[in-house]
């Protein structure tokens, strides 16, 4: 006789197979089901075991014939009842056709109730055909007040232990699946180590964030592949690093480290390992989760850097303003009419930085909230530069201002108070960092697709290494040229959200003490309104 397997819920063990199989031939049945008791497991994990040997299409109406039966709730041990010749037909007529034989025979439905000490196991239902006995109730010995065999009694003990073992094998093997499943999509780098600290687990939040693959790091040395350091970069030596201070029995939990990448790279990670102990309390496996907080430490950073720029630049125009009001405000204090005009000028213009800065951190507020609106319209950037240009040097009569713009630029479509704030703070920036050269240029020119626009100056210009994060938010360059000179390292963050909001890009080239370019492109008109152009 041969035994198919059926899945009805949940994965069926070959174990849980082979037991319900064997226990349903000795039991002289042509087919079986187990079904689990929510008595003895959890519900959810409430599963239904099958094996047949029947075609799979006739199973919904042999468990339809199941289901209005008996429940487990009694300790009857065997229960039998004839199914009915419909229900029967369905069940056996393949049987019957690979046989050969048209007749039907008569079939009972038996049902077993699997129990053992601890309680109810399920029931065994099965099929077999009218009349045939099992050896078990067969062997004529002394019966209890259920009519039960005692060998049938041992038959139901022996099965409820293998039951119960396979059962509980299979619920380990699914706790092992959560297990991995959760180390794969953990967000979180994980590690595992031997007792002799070799790398045996490496899951890929781990790969991505140390660039090493799982493959090139098993068996190795873990202290060797992360090279731990503390939050201030000193080695740690492998006595004070994460796993085997958890072997010792030290509590490592969201410790701060730099730990290195693949390519050497060092960042900024919060650090938490544990040990698993054999029975006898020694180590076992070290486990260390890997969480990258260099984002959380830049942002940190930003904050602080934002505190001390902004009561900086707050300070000094508060300070200035106080100063001269308070002069004013003397009784003894005899100004002459120049002397007044040169005061009242001074706060003026202090109080317009005041509320520049305050504009400028609203409109920083709005590019990080995504609400940037741009009114676009075509635009003839050359006069637009001209204008303002003309203002600054009404402005700062000092300043001189080339203008290298060709007769027959093309017009960009751009929003017009936005493309002169990028204007503004570009001449502004020329001016305020070339503290000696006074000298300023404007060129443009057009590509097939944009017109680009250059600012340059010849002053004290931009380290390489600080190019790529003047464009940030509250990035300022800190050295003793730049320390006196204001501002709250927001303009260029301004001026790159515009241009890029049109499609455009601004980029810095520069050379130290040398002098500056700012290049910012906009899109040409008639290509604006190409349809693959978003603004
Ligand atoms: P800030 O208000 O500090 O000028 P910006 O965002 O406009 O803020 O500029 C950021 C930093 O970039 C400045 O603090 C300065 O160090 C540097 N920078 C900007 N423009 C120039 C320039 N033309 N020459 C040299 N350094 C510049």
């Known amino acids: 006789m041969s035994w198919s397997q059926t899945r009805v819920a949940g994965d069926l063990s070959d174990q849980m197979t082979l037991l319900v199989g064997g226990a349903v031939r000795l039991l002289c049945g042509e087919a079986g089901v187990f079904v689990v008791s929510n008595e003895a497991f959890d519900p959810q994990s409430s599963e239904e075991y099958t094996v047949y040997r029947l075609n799979e299409a006739t199973l919904p109406t042999f468990f339809a014939s199941i289901a209005g039966g008996v429940q487990p709730n009694s300790v009857h041990l065997l229960v039998a009842e004839k199914l009915s010749p419909a229900v029967a037909a369905s069940v056996l007529l393949r049987d019957d056709e690979e046989n050969g034989r048209s007749e039907l025979r008569d079939v009972e439905r038996c049902s077993l109730f699997v129990h053992d000490a601890a309680g109810m196991l399920g029931v065994l239902h099965y099929l077999r055909p ?130 290195a990448a693949r390519d050497g790279q060092r960042f900024t990670v919060s650090v938490t390992a544990s040990c698993v102990r054999s029975a006898r309390g020694e180590p076992m496996n070290g486990i260390l989760t890997v969480r990258d907080i260099t984002r959380e430490r830049e942002q940190e950073e930003q904050r602080s850097t934002f505190i001390s720029v902004i009561s900086h630049e707050l300070q000094t125009p508060i300070a200035i303003i106080k100063g001269y009001a308070s002069t004013l405000a003397r009784t003894d204090a005899m100004l002459e009419a120049e002397a007044l005009r040169i005061r009242l000028t001074a706060i003026e213009e ?29 635009l003839e950037i050359g006069s637009l530069i001209e204008t303002v240009v003309r203002r600054l040097q009404a402005r700062s009569p000092v300043v001189t201002v080339t203008l290298d713009i060709p007769a027959n630029l093309p017009t960009v479509m751009a929003d017009r108070d936005r493309i002169e ?10 001016i305020k960092y070339s503290p000696r050269q006074r000298t300023i240029s404007v060129a443009c020119r057009a590509t097939g697709d944009e017109v680009i626009t250059s600012v340059s100056d010849a002053g004290m210009g931009i380290a390489l290494r600080e190019q790529q994060h003047i464009f940030d938010r509250f990035q300022r360059i800190q050295n003793t040229a730049t320390r006196t000179i204001p501002g709250a390292g927001l303009g260029l963050y301004i001026c790159r959200a515009i241009v890029e909001a049109h499609g455009g890009h601004i980029q810095v080239e520069s050379t130290l003490h040398e002098g500056s370019t700012f290049s910012f492109s906009l899109p040409r008109e008639e290509k604006a309104q190409l349809p693959m152009v978003v603004f």
Not at 188 to 202: P, Q
Not at 421 to 430: F, H, K, R, S, T
């Open 130 to 259: 009218a009349g045939v006995h099992s050896c078990f109730e067969q062997v004529d010995e002394s019966k209890d007040t259920n009519g039960t065999s005692g060998v049938l009694r041992l038959f139901v003990v022996q099965l409820a232990a293998g039951l119960r073992a396979a059962l509980q094998s299979q619920s380990l093997v699914k706790e092992q699946g959560r297990l991995a499943s959760i180390f794969q999509h953990s967000t979180e780098g994980i590690l595992t180590v031997d007792n002799a600290l070799r790398i045996i687990d490496f899951n890929p939040a781990m790969e991505r964030l140390t660039a090493w693959r799982e493959s090139e790091v098993l068996g190795r040395f873990y202290y060797d592949v992360l090279r731990p350091r503390d939050r201030l970069g000193n080695e740690v030596g492998l006595q004070g690093s994460p796993i085997l201070q958890a072997f010792a029995g030290q509590q490592v939990i969201n410790r701060e480290m730099v730990i």
């Open 421 to 430: 704030e990028v204007l503004q703070n570009l001449l502004d920036n020329a």
């Open 350 to 378: 202090e109080a317009d930085r005041l509320n520049k800065l305050v504009g400028n951190l609203l409109y920083a507020s709005r590019i990080q909230s995504g609400g940037l609106q741009m009114e676009t319209a075509p």
